[in-house]
């Protein structure tokens, strides 16, 4: 196992309302990833947060937000769920924006929106 | 618009055959491909490519990289059940100051006894 944990580990919510997902990074790992995986599909990104500033976002509304704290753990934010939001959500954290070979997952938070 | 496409999408074999799986890419500003095996829930990394031609090996897992042909292989040979899992690739858009992992749907992998 890694070090990187997220919670809650499952999670329903019905339409429209609002869910903050967390990730506690690996010791030193300044650097978080977050990605949406539906069902029978490949992880797709969301963003990127380095040292508390988001560093990179892929094709995903604002609804969709993050913040990432001092000691680097971070928070996905998602307002006004919609079905399709119904996914596993995996963090990933490394040292550094490019260190993708020592970029460790977390076990991921399933969401099921109803 | 980038794309990571895999095949097959799903493949059963029995323990001892050798397997090869497939990715193909469309990557702006590629730098990378990534392969990662997923269990369960988290993936897991298994090799990073950067230079064509060059194989990587990790025990019965082998990877190469061809960037003239946009694509990339992973063997695994004498396979065993617990080789059974969903393998991702993942091509590595680098946009300088930021960059991001673009993956493909994954190509199940059934290792039967």
């Known amino acids: 196992e890694t070090g990187v944990t997220q919670s809650p580990t499952h999670l329903i919510k019905t339409r429209g309302q609002q869910v903050t997902l967390r990730c506690s990074s690996q010791?030193?790992?300044?650097?978080v990833s977050w990605y949406q995986q539906a069902l029978g599909q490949g992880p797709q990104f969301i963003f990127q947060y380095y040292r508390e500033e988001e560093n990179g976002r892929g094709n995903f509304p604002p609804r969709f937000s993050g913040l990432q704290f001092p000691n680097y753990s971070s928070e996905l934010n998602v307002n006004a769920l919609e079905l399709d939001d119904s996914a596993l959500y995996l963090c990933?954290?490394?040292?550094?924006?490019?260190?993708?070979?020592?970029?460790?997952f977390g076990p991921g938070t399933r969401l099921t929106v109803l | 618009e980038d794309k990571v496409v895999q095949s097959p999408l799903s493949l059963v074999v029995h323990e001892g055959d050798t397997v090869t799986l497939n990715c193909s890419y469309e990557v702006t500003n590629f730098r990378s491909l990534l392969w990662y095996k997923q269990e369960k829930k988290a993936p897991t990394f298994l090799f990073m490519l950067?230079?064509?031609?060059i194989e990587k090996k990790s025990g019965r897992l082998s990877s190469i990289l061809d960037k003239k042909e946009l694509f990339s292989i992973l063997n695994i040979t004498a396979t065993q059940t617990g080789d059974s899992a969903v393998y991702l690739c993942?091509?590595?858009?680098?946009?300088?100051?930021?960059?991001?992992?673009?993956f493909g749907t994954g190509t199940l992998l059934a290792v039967q006894p």
């Open positions: 950067t230079s064509s031609g």
């Open positions: 993942a091509g590595l858009y680098d946009g300088g100051a930021t960059n991001k992992l673009i």
């Open positions: 990933a954290s490394s040292l550094g924006i490019r260190a993708y070979n020592e970029q460790f």
């Open positions: 010791s030193g790992h300044n650097t």
